[in-house]
């Protein structure tokens, strides 16, 4: 079974500056999907990002940014430019790729807090 | 487009009654799912449907049923519940796999008390 590891329970940032957000995963295949999904307190799940194992090139959207390094299972997102929006759980999710295997395996979480 | 919906947002339970949850989506997606969410974890998938009439375990099925009868609705059925299943229920459904769009689309969360 794959494993999803979030190793910094909270992070703080200044508004502003940028922070990077750790995840490490465990897996035997080399097909699947990555995603970075955010948590505000409203609880609804948004995804951030999402990234395709067979892709080299590192997915972007706007400020978030992902550093996946396949060979060391490791997938971090980096947020450019805190805003004080950006403040909430941020959770990193796996997919394989295999027909039937469906659903999201989720790390625990990293709280971000953003500081005006 | 509503998006996903889920029934209701809110439900406190005694030990050993019966509930249903309700998830509807209107964008005609054939995968939908169940996940909970406990403090301090991420979601963990209960059961999921792969189209309309099929249904297949996750990660946590045990204490729940689900249906899927028209392809819509995915209903998540509790026979009777425990303390340990008080937590956030997300449901999600995701279009066809094969194509570029395969993102789950999440619902707003029902929060179960169980006491």
């Known amino acids: 079974a794959q494993t999803v590891t979030q190793s910094q329970p909270e992070m703080s940032v200044q508004e502003a500056e940028t922070v990077t957000l750790s995840c490490t995963y465990d897996t035997s295949e080399s097909d699947y999907y990555l995603f970075w999904y955010k948590q505000p307190p409203s609880r609804q799940m948004i995804l951030v990002i999402r990234?395709?194992?067979?892709?080299?090139q590192n997915a972007t959207e706007n400020r978030f940014s992902v550093n996946f390094q396949k060979v060391a299972k490791s997938f971090s997102l980096k947020i450019s430019d805190s805003q004080l929006g950006d403040a909430a759980m941020y959770f990193c999710?796996?997919?394989?790729?295999?027909?039937?295997?469906?659903?999201?395996?989720f790390g625990k979480g990293t709280h971000l807090i953003i500081q005006p | 487009n509503a998006g996903v919906t889920q029934t209701p947002k809110f439900r406190v339970l005694k030990t050993g009654q019966s509930m249903t949850l309700l998830c509807a989506q209107d964008m005609n997606h054939e995968y939908m799912y169940w996940y909970r969410q406990d403090p301090g974890m991420g979601l963990r998938l209960i059961h999921y449907s792969v189209g309309e009439g099929t249904t297949a375990k996750g990660e946590v099925p045990d204490g729940y049923n689900v249906s899927r009868l028209k392809k819509q609705n995915f209903l998540l059925g509790l026979e009777s519940a425990a303390p340990s299943q008080t937590s956030v229920y997300f449901c999600?459904?995701?279009?066809?796999?094969?194509?570029?769009?395969?993102?789950?689309?999440f619902g707003p969360g029902t929060r179960l008390t169980v006491t």
């Open positions: 999600a459904s995701r279009i066809l796999p094969g194509t570029e769009i395969y993102e789950q689309y």
């Open positions: 999710a796996y997919r394989s790729a295999k027909r039937g295997a469906d659903g999201l395996t």
């Open positions: 990234q395709e194992a067979y892709k080299q």
